[in-house]
C-alpha cells in the first residue's frame, strides 16, 4: 500500500513531518494545515494507511504522529518494538519537551528538548514533583492537579500558560498531558508534551497592541463585542458531497430548530435556507474554495457569521451569532450620523495635540478645515481667540493645555475666536480626556457651540433691562414693580409710590406673601401666576379711599422666553368716580328717551287716525293741492312714527336684550338674506360670503346689526346691481366683521356723522330712510363690547366692520 500515489492534500499534510523529527500531535498539525481536528485525523489516518506515517495512542483520545526515517526499517506492530521506537524519537529531539509522570505527578523520565526549556538536568529533576513548573500563584489555585485529573477523566488534557524554568525565568508553554494505561486499564501515569511558545505569545501581544491603537476609537464598542463574542461558542456541522448531515454539535441543533442529530439527512429537507447561504454551500463545494460570509437566518431571527470549508469529503459549516455586533455596529453608524449632524462642533485632539476629527460643524464655527485648524495648532498668530474681556488668552488658558495639564474635564469657556473672513465668532466650549488602557490621556473630545446670538441676546437683554428700570423708576400717574417666579419685587418705581406711603428700597427684596395682607394675597396670586403661563390680566383693588387698578404682565426676552413679570398699578378712583356718575346718567337719559317715545306714541296715533278719517270722508270733495296737503301730512306722521319706533328700539338695547350665549353668524346671516330676498332678486345683487365663526352676543341684535348693513349696502349700490362681500377674520380673543360694497362711497369726513342719531347724507328723494339704522348698530356693538367703522372713499364703495366677542 506504501506504493499508492498520495493526492495534493495528502502531500500537503506529510511535508510537515521531518524525516525522524518529533511526533506532533493533532492538534498542532491541524493548526499547521488550517483544517479542523477531525477532518485533520482522517487525513493522519490515511498516511498511516499508506505507511507514510506512524502513530501512538497516548491515552484517552490523545494521539502523537511522527514519520519514520528513510533508511529505517517499517516499525512493527509490537509493543517492544513501537516503545523503543517511540523512546528513540523523544530522546533525539529538542524541540519539545517529553517526559512521564507517575500516578501521583512524579517526573520519571526526562529527554533533552525538556532540559533545554525547563533547564534541569535529569537527576536534578525526576523524582520531583511537575508542579515545579508551575507559577506560584498556579500551584496556590490548584492547577496541576486540576490538569491531572481532567486528564485522568478525559484521557486528556491541552492547556496553555506561564511555567518555570530551573532560574526562575518563565516561559509562555503549550502543554498536553495524556494518560498512559496499563492492558488491564489501570492508571500507570502520564505522558506529558510541552512546547514553548513565547515567542509567538509575544508576537500576539504585539499584534494585540497594534490593533487596539488602530481601533482606539471603537475600542469600547469592540471590547463589548468580544465580551460577548467569548461568551458564545460557535456552532458546527458537517455536511457530505451531497450535502447531507454527517454531524452536528448542540449549538447547531439549536439554532437549525433540530431535536434530534439528522445525520444522513439533506439540509434543505430540514432546514430552510436562504438562497445566498444555498448558493454558497453550492460553489463551495464545487469551487473547492471557502467562503466566509454573514446571513440573517429568518426562522430565528438573528445574523450569523458563517464560514464554510470545502474538503474531498464534503463541507464543514461553522457558524457564530453576530446579532449584538450588527446591533452595535447600527448604533456606530448612528452615533457618526449623530456627530457629523449635530448642531454643536465636534473636535478630537490626540495627546500630541494633533487634530484626529473635526466634523462640519466644527470647520463652520471656525470658519476652517479641518486640515487648516490642525496646522494652527493653536499657537499661530493667526489663531486670535481672546477671553469675554477682549484679552488674548496665553497658551496655558487655551483649552487643550489646560486639559492636558490637569486631567480633568472643562465646562463651558466662552472665549471668542477671530474668523478668516475676520468676523469675531464667540464658543462655549466643553472637554473632556479620553484615558487608554495605562491611565495614561489618548484624546481630547471637545463640544463647540457658537454663541454668539446668545451672547448679543444677553446683551441686548441687559440693555432692556436697563431701559425697564428706567421706565419702573419714572413711571408718571402711577407705580410699575418687575418681580420674578417666587414673586419677588427686583426693581420698583412710580409717582403713585409715594403717594401711597412707600419708598422703592421698602418694596425691592420683599414678596406678595410678606407685603401684603392674607385676603389680599389670595385675590393678587393667581393673577401673579398666570403671568408665568404666558398670560396678561388685569384687577381692581379697593383701597376704600382709593381705587387702584392693576395689570399683571409677561416680560419677554429676544427668545420670546418670559424672564420676568410686571405689575403696572394706576390711580383710577376718580375715572371710577366719574364713570359712576356716566352710567346713572346715561340711565336717566335711557329712562327719559323710554317714556319720551312711549308718551308721543298715543298723540301720534291720534293724528295719524284723524288724518286717515278725513281721508275717507273728504278726499273726493279736495283739489289737487288739498290732496297734496293731506299726503305731506300723513307722509309725516309715517317719518314720525318710524323715527319714534327708532328711538324707543334705541333706549331699550340695554334694558330689553337677551343674554349673551354663543351664537353662529353663518346661520344668523343665512336668515337675514332670506328676509332680504326680495329686494336682493329685484336688484341683481350678487353676494359673496366666507366662513363665519361662532360669536358670544344676543342673537336678536346681532341679527339686527348685519341687517341694517346688508340693507345700507343694497341701498346704496349706485346705478350697478350691486355687489356686496360679508366675511370676518379672528384677531387674538376677537372676531372682526366686515361687509364690503362697490357702491357710491362715503367722503371720510363723514365717516363719524352718520352713526350719529337722525344724521343722513341724502334726501328722502334720493335715498328713503331715517337715520337711525347705523347709530342702533353702534348701541349694539357697543353693548357686545366692540367697536364699528367704515373705511371708504366716494365712488369706491365702503366697507363696514365691527368687533365681537368669541366664546
Not at 264 to 276: F, H, K, M, S, Y
Request: charged residues 35%.
Amino acid at each position: 500500500m506504501g506504493s499508492t500515489p498520495l493526492t495534493d492534500a495528502l502531500r500537503e499534510t506529510l511535508a510537515i513531518f521531518e524525516e525522524g523529527g518529533a511526533p506532533l500531535t493533532t492538534t498542532e498539525v491541524a493548526e499547521r494545515v488550517d483544517l479542523g481536528r477531525r477532518s485533520t485525523g482522517e487525513r493522519l489516518e490515511r498516511l498511516v494507511e499508506h505507511d507514510r506515517l506512524e502513530t501512538k495512542n497516548v491515552g484517552g483520545n490523545g494521539r502523537v504522529w511522527w514519520r519514520p526515517s528513510g533508511n529505517e526499517p517499517a516499525i512493527t506492530t509490537e509493543p517492544n518494538t513501537r516503545d523503543g521506537q517511540l523512546r528513540a524519537l523523544v530522546d533525539a529531539t529538542e524541540e519539545y519537551a517529553i517526559f512521564m509522570l507517575d500516578p501521583e505527578g512524579r517526573v520519571r523520565t526526562w529527554n533533552p528538548g525538556a532540559e533545554r526549556i525547563k533547564g534541569y538536568a535529569a537527576d536534578e529533576i525526576v523524582g520531583e514533583h511537575f508542579s515545579t513548573f508551575y507559577t506560584e500563584d498556579d500551584r496556590a489555585a490548584g492547577v496541576p492537579e486540576t490538569n491531572l485529573s481532567a486528564a485522568a477523566r478525559d484521557g486528556s488534557v491541552e492547556d496553555e500558560g506561564w511555567r518555570v524554568r530551573a532560574d526562575g525565568s518563565a516561559f509562555w508553554a503549550a502543554v498536553t498531558i495524556s494518560t498512559i494505561r496499563g492492558e488491564d486499564g489501570e492508571l500507570e501515569g502520564y505522558a506529558k508534551v510541552t512546547r514553548e511558545m513565547t515567542d509567538r505569545r509575544e508576537y500576539e501581544r504585539r499584534l494585540e497592541k497594534q490593533a487596539e491603537r488602530l481601533e482606539q476609537r471603537r475600542d469600547e464598542i469592540e471590547s463589548e463585542l468580544d465580551e460577548v463574542f467569548d461568551r458564545i461558542s460557535d456552532g458546527f456541522y458537517a455536511l457530505d458531497e451531497e450535502l447531507r448531515f454527517r454531524y452536528l454539535n448542540d449549538r447547531a441543533m439549536n439554532v437549525l430548530g433540530l431535536d434530534e442529530p439528522a445525520v444522513g439527512a439533506d439540509i434543505r429537507d430540514e432546514v430552510v435556507l436562504t438562497e445566498p447561504f444555498e448558493n454558497a454551500l453550492c460553489d463551495a463545494l464545487e469551487g473547492q474554495e471557502p467562503a466566509i460570509f454573514e446571513d440573517y437566518y429568518d426562522p430565528v431571527g438573528r445574523w450569523f457569521s458563517n464560514a464554510v470549508y470545502p474538503s474531498e469529503s464534503g463541507l464543514s459549516v461553522y457558524f457564530r451569532e453576530i446579532t449584538e455586533r450588527k446591533r452595535r455596529e447600527r448604533e456606530l453608524a448612528r452615533y457618526g450620523t449623530i456627530v457629523e449632524t449635530s448642531p454643536v462642533g465636534i473636535t478630537i485632539v490626540g495627546e500630541d495635540g494633533e487634530l484626529q476629527f473635526a466634523n462640519d460643524r466644527a470647520e463652520e464655527i471656525f470658519g476652517r478645515s479641518g486640515d487648516r485648524i490642525n496646522s494652527l495648532r493653536f499657537d499661530d498668530p493667526e489663531w486670535d481667540e481672546v477671553d469675554v474681556d477682549g484679552e488674548p488668552l496665553s497658551r496655558e488658558e487655551l483649552p487643550f493645555p489646560r486639559i492636558v495639564e490637569s486631567g480633568e474635564p472643562l465646562f463651558d469657556q466662552i472665549s471668542g475666536v477671530l474668523r478668516p473672513d475676520g468676523e469675531r465668532v464667540w464658543i462655549s466650549v466643553n472637554g473632556a480626556p479620553v484615558y487608554d488602557d495605562c491611565g495614561e490621556i489618548d484624546s481630547v473630545v471637545f463640544a463647540i457651540e457658537d454663541i454668539t446670538d446668545r451672547k448679543e441676546r444677553r446683551r441686548a437683554l441687559a440693555e432692556s433691562e436697563r431701559r425697564y428700570r428706567t421706565l419702573v423708576e419714572n413711571f408718571p400717574n402711577g407705580a410699575v414693580g418687575l418681580f420674578d417666579e417666587d414673586f419677588v419685587y427686583s426693581v420698583v418705581g412710580g409717582e403713585l409710590l409715594a403717594d401711597l406711603g412707600h419708598s422703592p428700597e421698602d418694596v425691592v427684596g420683599t414678596t406678595i406673601y410678606g407685603r401684603y395682607p392674607d385676603e389680599l394675597v389670595d385675590r393678587i396670586e393667581p393673577h401673579f401666576r398666570a403671568v408665568f403661563d404666558g398670560e396678561s390680566t388685569a384687577f381692581e383693588i379697593d383701597l376704600g379711599e382709593r381705587v387702584l387698578l392693576a395689570h399683571t404682565l409677561p416680560v419677554r426676552d429676544a427668545d420670546d422666553r418670559i424672564y420676568a413679570g410686571m405689575l403696572v398699578v394706576q390711580d383710577v378712583t376718580e375715572r371710577k368716580e366719574y364713570r359712576r356718575k356716566l352710567e346713572e346718567s346715561n340711565e336717566r337719559l335711557e329712562q327719559f328717551a323710554y317714556a319720551a317715545s312711549h308718551d308721543l306714541q298715543e298723540p301720534l296715533r291720534m293724528v295719524t287716525s284723524y288724518l286717515q278719517l278725513i281721508d275717507r270722508r273728504y278726499g273726493a270733495e279736495f283739489d289737487e293741492d288739498a290732496a297734496e296737503f293731506l299726503g305731506f301730512a300723513v307722509d309725516g306722521a309715517d317719518r314720525m312714527r318710524e323715527m319714534i319706533d327708532g328711538l324707543l328700539e334705541y333706549s331699550r338695547v340695554e334694558t330689553r336684550g337677551d343674554p349673551f350665549e354663543p351664537v353662529d353668524l353663518e346661520e344668523l346671516l343665512e336668515a337675514v338674506l332670506d328676509d332680504l330676498q326680495l329686494r336682493i332678486e329685484e336688484s341683481g345683487a350678487e353676494i359673496a360670503t366666507a366662513s363665519l365663526p361662532t360669536v358670544r352676543g344676543d342673537a336678536s341684535q346681532l341679527r339686527r346689526v348685519l341687517q341694517n348693513l346688508v340693507s345700507n349696502a343694497l341701498r346704496y349700490s349706485g346705478d350697478e346691481p350691486p355687489r356686496i362681500t360679508v366675511e370676518a377674520e379672528r384677531r387674538g380673543g376677537r372676531c372682526v366683521v366686515s361687509v364690503r360694497d362697490e357702491g357710491i362711497g362715503i367722503d371720510p369726513d363723514d365717516a363719524e356723522r352718520i352713526f350719529e342719531v337722525f344724521q343722513r347724507l341724502h334726501t328722502r328723494e334720493e335715498h328713503e330712510g331715517i337715520g337711525i339704522g347705523l347709530t342702533l348698530s353702534r348701541r349694539i356693538v357697543e353693548r357686545h363690547g366692540g367697536d364699528i367703522w367704515v373705511e371708504s372713499e366716494p365712488g369706491e364703495g365702503a366697507t363696514f366692520s365691527f368687533t365681537l366677542p368669541v366664546p
